[in-house]
């Protein structure tokens, strides 16, 4: 039996009424293009297979994991696997039948958030994401404005992604199982931004800059970027700390910066 590796967070899913909640939240159908990320032991690839008729893309970066998954599912010659580390992979390459690519998997804690980034380089070709995330990240990912939770994860996500967390997965479910709880989150790339920043790398400048010190106000976090009379034209109190700003308005910031 293939023993779980702390170096590639690797925590397998067993629990079989977790796995049919998580498909049934996804509701793959035979004509989707669907990629799962890290499969593991294959305990919602098969599931997966069985809905999609056959035809699935699984990534896997541990290479003791491959044999094992080519020896369960030797029947499904629609089944791809690919040897690869996800946060280096190409994507598009998966991408040239024109269908739009459905992503899913039990992400690592450890590279989570930079494999969220990595595909949203290819949210023209994607659909959306179904992840298994630490509970605290979904929560991030989702929070508005004023949650606890707020900052600079949600925003970036939410601006380029409608975020939504469906539901909490116990550590039980899993083995061995994690010292956190899980959640399952839904991103759905938008085709458009909400609200338009006018250069991307500005609005990640004043975002980052805008949560460095979170019990700072925005004119101390911004010194440099907005000025007093900056903040008078675009109605935003000076004296306000970030975590109270919707996303627009680092928008409007940036633009404003940027303009």
Known sequence: MHKARKRFGQNFLHDSNVIDRIVGSIGPKPDQHLVEIGPGRGAITEPLLDALGGH????????????????????????????????????????????????????????????????????????????MLQKEVV?????APGDNA????????????ETRYMFTVPPGAFNPPPKVESAIVRLTPRKTPKYQANDFATFEKVVKAAFAQRRKTLKNNLKGLLDEDGFAALGIKPSARAETLPIENFVSIANHISG
Do not use: W
């Not at 707020?150 to 992604?161: A, K, P, V």
């Open 56 to 131: 699935l893309d699984v990534v896997e970066l541990d290479r003791d994991l491959i044999p094992i998954l080519k020896a369960q599912f030797f029947r499904h010659d629609g089944l791809h696997i690919h040897e690869a580390d996800a946060l280096q992979f190409d994507f598009r390459a998966l991408a040239a039948d024109g269908r739009p690519l459905r992503m899913v998997g039990n992400l690592p804690y450890n590279i989570s958030t930079p494999l969220m980034f990595h595909l949203l380089s290819y949210a023209d070709i994607i659909l959306d994401m179904h992840f």
């Open 139 to 143: 929560q991030r990912l989702c929070a």
């Open 150 to 161: 707020y900052g600079r994860l949600g925003i970036m996500m939410q601006y380029q992604c």
